[in-house]
């Protein structure tokens, strides 16, 4: 689907390759000339396997890995009520049971990614307006097999500058996951986490356009990464030439729009133009199509993962997407690089609660549960009509994509 060519850097370091081979071969073939001269003229026969041998006919070397992307963790109080272990107010969490149904899709991915939409700025548990939510969640997230986190929404700053370290002192320590979004010092915020899996290096850039109208301190605006175009292209220029994948995390567009607005297309194409492979896009919590922009995947809105949002809409702030992908890296002998992206498609999700959907906010008993392990209405009712409906959002933009079927009936 998509295809980008690179040529592999260290050009200089070749041509010494090639300069020593060229003289080692001219030596070794004067030597053995000379030596086979010597034998013919003692009368020892010379034959073609002396002389002449086939050159090793050398293959490309052909490298691959597979993705997923999936929407907001949006923590709403009852959620952190429903996993709190002994009580609303022990202040103790494990959010294991939320992710039942989906762990088994999530550890078959080399790389997956969630945006945490909700920050673990420390203190006391809340919700909204001003989240902070459990690190717990984060560790059920982690060891469902999630390595990849955008940290950069318009709630980071929810907490202040201390509710902004706390999140990030969670990730600072996790060995094998790449985040990015939020920092502690504009030396951390220009270290770009690379990741690599089967010889395919990788990042991701974060950025929101948005704090909610939080001001971020002043000369502190490494505390969260607000959207910028020219410190957007300094971060790709930085960092494009040191990975075969570079992924871009947007927090952008309006909140319940089922469509991607003239900015989200306007930056989508900028970041496209600036050589970025995949973008992903959150907060509008519905879904948005997916489509492509010449060979960069675009999402523009890949909905909630898991929320206590309610309300009209035919349930759209409680579908969103698994999305995913396969990349493939191709090294040809003479040293060129191209990346493929393709089989992209997805596993479409539903946030399962107890309660009204439509009429109330209190909930509970939230679970994320993918339409592919759905078998009647008793997880969501018309869900036939449903899972046509979004399929037909995410296409609508004209890319056909691989969408996880429902099961048989």
């Not at 002994?86 to 997956?112: K, W």
């Not at 969670?170 to 094998?176: N, P």
């Not at 030396?187 to 948005?210: A, D, P, V």
């Not at 078998?375 to 979004?390: F, G, N, Q």
Request: some cysteine.
């Amino acid at each position: 689907m998509a295809r980008r060519k690179r040529k592999l850097k260290k050009k200089f370091l070749a041509s010494i390759i090639v300069f020593l081979v060229v003289v080692v071969g001219g030596i070794t073939f004067s030597y053995g000339y000379i030596f086979n001269n010597k034998e013919n003229n003692e009368g020892t026969p010379n034959t073609n396997e002396n002389i002449n041998k086939k050159d090793e006919v050398k293959e490309d070397e052909v490298y691959k890995i597979s993705m997923l992307a999936t929407g907001d963790a949006l923590i709403h109080n009852a959620i952190f009520w429903e996993y709190s272990v002994g009580g609303r107010n022990s202040g103790v969490y494990n959010f294991d049971g939320a992710l039942d149904y989906v762990r088994d899709i999530v550890s078959n991915y080399d790389v997956a990614y969630y945006n945490q939409e909700t920050p673990f700025a420390g203190g006391q548990a809340d919700g909204y307006p001003t989240f902070s939510t459990p690190s717990e969640f984060g560790d059920a997230m982690l060891k469902a097999g999630f390595n990849m986190v955008s940290l950069a929404t318009n709630h980071t700053m929810d907490k202040g500058e201390n509710g902004v370290l706390n999140f990030y002192n969670y990730f600072k320590d996790k060995d094998g996951v790449v985040y990015n979004g939020i920092a502690d010092s504009e030396e951390s915020r220009n270290n770009f986490i690379i990741g690599e899996k089967n010889n395919i290096t990788y990042t991701m850039l974060s950025y929101t356009t948005s704090t909610n109208g939080i001001p971020v301190p002043s000369g502190k605006d490494y505390l969260v990464n607000v959207y910028d175009a020219e410190q957007v292209k300094q971060d790709i220029e930085a960092v494009r030439d040191k990975v075969d994948i570079l992924i871009v995390a947007m927090h952008w567009g309006v909140e319940y729009a089922s469509e991607p607005n003239s900015s989200q297309i306007e930056i989508a194409n900028y970041l496209a133009d600036l050589g970025v492979d995949i973008i992903i896009g959150c907060h509008p919590h519905v879904l948005q199509p997916i489509t492509m922009i010449d060979d960069t995947v675009v999402m523009y809105s890949l909905g909630n993962f898991i929320s206590n949002q309610y309300g009209t809409g035919d349930y759209n702030k409680l579908v969103g997407l698994m999305a995913t992908l396969d990349i493939t890296k191709t090294v040809t002998p003479e040293g060129e690089v191209s990346i493929d992206i393709d089989n992209l498609g997805g596993e479409l999700i539903f946030t399962k609660y107890n309660g009204d959907p439509i009429a109330t906010a209190n909930h509970d008993g939230h679970v994320v549960i993918p339409f592919s392990k759905m078998t009647d209405d008793s997880y969501l009712k018309d869900y036939v009509r449903i899972y046509e409906k979004y399929t037909n959002i995410l296409e609508s933009m004209g890319t056909d994509l691989n969408i996880v079927p429902l099961p048989a009936t």
